[in-house]
Structure formats: C-alpha cells, structure tokens
C-alpha cells in the first residue's frame, strides 16, 4: 500500500467516542425526556403562558397543522390573537405572532421533544417551499377531536393482569380537574394539613384514617367532573391461556383497552368519529421498541377499520409523580387488583371498595383465549366505566 492511500485510510478511520461523551450524551438524552415530558404535562393542565407552550397546544389539537408552518401559523392567529377572517391588515402583522417565531418552536416540539410530529414525507422534505393550493387545501380539513387517556398496568405477578385507565372525552375536562385539584390543594395548605408528594395506592398507610380520607377527596375531584370522563380496564386470567412472556401479554392487554375502549364509547353514543387518541401510561421500564410497537398495532387496527377518521397520535411514558392523571389512573387500577388478587381488610381494601363504588364499573365477560383477537366484538353497553374480563 502507497503513503498515500495509508493517508486516507488514517483519514477515515472513526474516532474512539469516550465513556465521559458517552455520559454526556446520555445526560442530554435524559433532560430532552424531562422537558418533553413537561411540556405534554402543560399542554394538558391548558397552560398557555409560554409561547412553546401554545405552540404545542395548536399542534396538538389541530394536526395538520403539524405538516405545515404556514397552516400553523394562521390557526395560532385565529386562537391566540383572535384571528376570525380569512385576511389580515398589513399593519396587524405588527401585532401578530411571527412566523419565525412559531416555527423555531415547532422546530424545538417535533425535532427536539420528538412530540407532535409531521409525517414521515413531509419531514424529509420539510426545508423545501410547499405549494400554496396544498396549504389552503389543509386549511378546509376538519380538525380532530381528542380523547386524553392515562393508564397503568398492575397485577404482573399474581393471576389476574390489568390495563386500567382514566378516559378524558373531552381536553377541557383536563384543565378544569387540574383547576379543581390546585383549589382543593390550596385550601388544604392553608388549613395546615399535609398532603403527600404523590397519591399513590401503594403508600397509602394502613394505620391512618386521615390519610384514606385525603385519599378519598383527592378521587372525588375527578368524579366531580365525571360528565365527560369515564374509567376502562381490561384483565385477563393469565392461568387460562397458553404460557405467555409477561412483556407481551400486557402489550396485548394495551392493544385490546384502547381498541375495545374506543369502540365502546362510539357504541354509546359518548363519541363520534373523527378523534385523536392521546395515551399517556405510566413509565415503567419498557423499551421504545415495546411503545412503538403498541402505538403501531392501535394505529393499524384503527386504520383497517375506521380508516383516517381514527387516529392513535401520541403514545408517551411518563412518571406518575408528574401527573395527577396518572396517580387518578394508578387508584383506579389498583382498586381493582386489589379486589381480584390481594383483598384483605385495611385502608388499601377500603379505598378500592370506595373508589370501585364510587366508579360504579360494569364487568364484561369474555373467553380469556379471544385475547388474541383483532377484531373481538362486544355487547353494547352504555355504562361509561367498564371492565373487559377475560376469564
């Protein structure tokens, strides 16, 4: 070999990444996650002090806004600065938003947070011009209507698994049990009483009655917004089926409360098609493959049997710590593990008898081995909080 091809093989040969860049990178990764994160807890509670904030809400709500900065940029006018023609005066550009500005955020939502993201051609050819009849085109679809879902898993290690969630029919209902959850906190405060970090079903103390009663009230605020919430859960017996790796049973279990959820509420009426499906679980160590590849089933199923008037948009993982919604989903399946797979008689018993009680869930029966099914049909049912059992 000559000098000077030993040059360009010196040349292309890759650089040894270090173990302190290796950290480093990891340590981005994590703080990505945590805003990201944030900024989907914000967009639920409806604040829209921040400009990203407001972003995020319009691309959250009107997704085809998503593939288009200039569509973006005329729905934010028509929410955030009171926008109602289709024109502007030249000198109202003054006073509106500017369009670098609402695009360097949406930039910093899709690319950074990976929230709210365009499709996959339009994210190849995001730098290049689109055509003006395509934008007006995307002004005329009709926007998508939003179910908020927050879900948790529980009885991995007993004989009854569970999927089990917190159902918002409509976003507003989030912004006011936030509402309500912050007056309720507040006036607890003043009173000197001290409210836990987390309502979590599993430190509720067994020797405390002030504790299950804080417990009780802190349910009682979703339930007073009950109108347009409801409660899903899906179990399986799992000594009924065929061995099964835990990991993809409950990916199952995912697949069917969100497909069976969804078909329940267009059955009674509570929902009409087109929607959007929000699912926020609580993170609890699974891969993004294992994400992706719930978010990928729901979508197909969607699509196989509603076409574009379905669609599964966010799937996010996060700790219930940063969410009430969460810790409201993580009562809510606890208080029916508790029942199937561990019930006793102490303040974690009679919190699940309460909010059971309160929840008023109707059980639904079906063979544990339909599972595995893809296009299981029930029996109409009106009630807004049901268990889908298979057993």
């Given at each position: 070999?000559?000098?000077?091809?030993?040059?360009?093989?010196?040349?292309?040969?890759?650089?040894?990444?270090?173990?302190?860049?290796?950290?480093?990178?990891?340590?981005?990764?994590?703080?990505?996650?945590?805003?990201?994160?944030?900024?989907?807890?914000?967009?639920?509670?409806?604040?829209?002090?921040?400009?990203?904030?407001?972003?995020?809400?319009?691309?959250?709500?009107?997704?085809?806004?998503?593939?288009?900065?200039?569509?973006?940029?005329?729905?934010?006018?028509?929410?955030?600065?009171?926008?109602?023609?289709?024109?502007?005066?030249?000198?109202?550009?003054?006073?509106?938003?500017?369009?670098?500005?609402?695009?360097?955020?949406?930039?910093?939502?899709?690319?950074?947070?990976?929230?709210?993201?365009?499709?996959?051609?339009?994210?190849?050819?995001?730098?290049?011009?689109?055509?003006?009849?395509?934008?007006?085109?995307?002004?005329?679809?009709?926007?998508?209507?939003?179910?908020?879902?927050?879900?948790?898993?529980?009885?991995?290690?007993?004989?009854?698994?569970?999927?089990?969630?917190?159902w918002f029919l409509d976003s507003q209902y989030t912004s006011r049990v936030?509402?309500?959850?912050?007056?309720?906190?507040?006036?607890?405060?003043?009173?000197?009483?001290?409210?836990?970090?987390?309502?979590?079903?599993?430190?509720?103390?067994?020797?405390?009655?002030?504790?299950?009663?804080?417990?009780?009230?802190?349910?009682?605020?979703?339930?007073?917004?009950?109108?347009?919430?409801?409660?899903?859960?899906?179990?399986?017996?799992?000594?009924?089926?065929?061995?099964?790796?835990?990991?993809?049973?409950?990916?199952?279990?995912?697949?069917?409360?969100?497909?069976?959820?969804?078909?329940?509420?267009?059955?009674?009426?509570?929902?009409?098609?087109?929607?959007?499906?929000?699912?926020?679980?609580?993170?609890?160590?699974?891969?993004?493959?294992?994400?992706?590849?719930?978010?990928?089933?729901?979508?197909?199923?969607?699509?196989l049997h509603h076409e574009n008037d379905l669609v599964m948009d966010q799937?996010?993982?996060?700790?219930?710590?940063?969410?009430?919604?969460?810790?409201?989903?993580?009562?809510?399946?606890?208080?029916?593990?508790?029942?199937?797979?561990?019930?006793?008689?102490?303040?974690?018993?009679?919190?699940?008898?309460?909010?059971?009680?309160?929840?008023?869930?109707?059980?639904?029966?079906?063979?544990?081995?339909?599972?595995?099914?893809?296009?299981?049909?029930?029996?109409?049912?009106?009630?807004?909080?049901?268990?889908?059992?298979?057993?």
């Open positions: 070999m000559s000098e000077s091809n030993e040059d360009v093989v010196d040349e292309e040969r890759p650089e040894e990444i270090s173990e302190e860049e290796i950290e480093k990178e990891k340590v981005k990764t994590e703080e990505r996650k945590s805003k990201a994160d944030e900024l989907w807890k914000a967009v639920q509670a409806g604040d829209d002090k921040k400009l990203t904030t407001r972003v995020a809400s319009i691309l959250n709500r009107y997704p085809d806004t998503r593939n288009s900065d200039i569509t973006l940029q005329m729905q934010y006018w028509r929410v955030y600065n009171g926008i109602t023609s289709d024109s502007v005066d030249l000198k109202d550009l003054y006073k509106l938003e500017r369009l670098t500005s609402i695009t360097r955020a949406r930039a910093k939502i899709q690319n950074e947070y990976q929230l709210f993201r365009a499709d996959t051609e339009v994210r190849r050819r995001r730098r290049t011009l689109e055509e003006e009849e395509k934008e007006s085109q995307l002004l005329d679809k009709p926007s998508y209507k939003s179910i908020d879902v927050f879900s948790d898993e529980t009885g991995k290690t007993a004989n009854y698994v569970f999927v089990a969630g917190v936030q509402r309500d959850f912050f007056k309720w906190s507040t006036e607890k405060e003043k009173a000197g009483v001290r409210l836990s970090k987390e309502f979590h079903f599993m430190k509720l103390p067994n020797n405390s009655n002030e504790q299950l009663e804080l417990y009780k009230e802190f349910f009682d605020i979703i339930m007073q917004n009950s109108a347009m919430v409801s409660f899903k859960a899906v179990g399986v017996n799992k000594t009924k089926i065929n061995r099964m790796p835990i990991s993809d049973l409950v990916t199952k279990l995912y697949y069917q409360f969100v497909r069976l959820g969804v078909e329940h509420e267009i059955k009674s009426e509570r929902i009409s098609l087109p929607h959007k499906i929000n699912l926020t679980k609580d993170q609890d160590g699974e891969s993004e493959l294992v994400i992706e590849t719930i978010k990928q089933n729901i979508g197909d199923n969607f699509k799937l996010i993982c996060m700790e219930s710590e940063k969410s009430i919604f969460l810790q409201f989903a993580d009562l809510f399946a606890a208080s029916i593990n508790r029942k199937y797979n561990s019930s006793g008689n102490n303040n974690k018993d009679r919190l699940a008898e309460y909010i059971l009680d309160v929840v008023g869930i109707n059980e639904i029966n079906i063979s544990a081995h339909e599972v595995n099914r893809d296009d299981l049909e029930t029996e109409d049912d009106t009630d807004h909080s049901v268990l889908f059992m298979f057993d």
